[in-house]
């Protein structure tokens, strides 16, 4: 290997080191601050044990630097996320009666521990709400198409629409609270009741399973909200013709007719 390559890869480590330092230190930062917008660079840099200079060399300012933090976690729960949405329904239902982990949770969860420190400070209460806001966007387009594939036909659309962010959310909603709790359960067990808690229905809990067509009653909801909604757009749209028809009245001049008056002309 040349000097100069030498030289390069001794440059990208400390570089790499660099980075991974900040990381940490805003991390510790926004647990110090309370608040991620509170966080500045000589804070940051203080922290890390680096120059601002070494800042500057990476980040155009701390704007920059928390985009580029949070684009690399999505990146890589994107990536994982994708191999856990490859998973059929009946590999999941096999992956349950073996009481195994879906497909690639438990690398999933590894990484998120891994970096827990971080990816808790940014999801915790002193975090970035835009940051939950991406994952939730990341995993909803990672997963859709994986949903839609051979589902009931008449519960795409809306019904869909919603159980896809209720499943969603409720998945991210089981790891902020296992943050919140210190990550104390290993990721193999947090995979496991991941991958079943999603089939989980409140009756299950109480030894009185739900005995009804889901799909088949959202729709028959869907279809009553509907109905009431047409109704209610017919009768704003009947209320405001007949304001327009009186505007138009009473601009050229002649006054609205009452109902008993156009009577006595027929």
Not at 15 to 32: D, K, P, T, V
Not at 112 to 123: H, S, T
Not at 135 to 151: D, F, Q, S, Y
């Amino acid at each position: 290997m040349s000097k100069e390559a030498v030289a390069e890869q001794k440059c990208d480590r400390r570089s790499l080191r660099s980075q991974r330092l900040l990381r940490q230190a805003l991390a510790r930062e926004i647990g110090a601050t309370g608040d991620l917008s509170s966080v500045t660079v000589a804070g940051l840099t203080d922290c890390a044990g680096l120059t601002r200079r070494t800042f500057y060399s990476h980040y155009k300012d701390i704007p920059d630097f928390i985009e580029q933090v949070e684009a690399s976690i999505l990146d890589e729960v994107g990536r994982h996320v994708l191999a856990i949405s490859a998973s059929t329904l009946d590999d999941l239902y096999r992956n349950i009666h073996e009481l195994e982990p879906a497909s690639g949770s438990v690398e999933l969860l590894s990484y998120l521990k891994k970096d827990g420190e971080l990816i808790g400070a940014l999801l915790g209460p002193g975090g970035d709400p835009a940051f939950i806001e991406k994952l939730l966007e990341l995993v909803r387009a990672c997963v859709r198409h994986r949903m839609e594939t051979g589902i009931f036909p008449d519960a795409l659309g809306t019904f869909f629409d919603y159980y896809l962010d209720s499943v969603i959310t409720s998945e991210l909603g089981v790891i902020k609270r296992w943050f919140q709790t210190g990550l104390k359960e290993a990721p193999e067990t947090m995979a496991r009741i991941m991958t079943v808690i999603a089939f989980v229905r409140p009756g299950d809990l109480y030894g009185k399973p739900i005995d009804i067509n889901v799909p088949e009653y959202g729709m028959k909801l869907l279809g009553k909200s509907a109905a009431r909604d047409l109704r209610s757009v017919l009768e704003v749209l009947a209320a405001s013709n007949v304001g327009l028809q009186a505007s138009s009245l009473s601009s050229s001049g002649v006054e609205p007719r009452s109902k008993a008056d156009a009577k006595d002309t027929i």
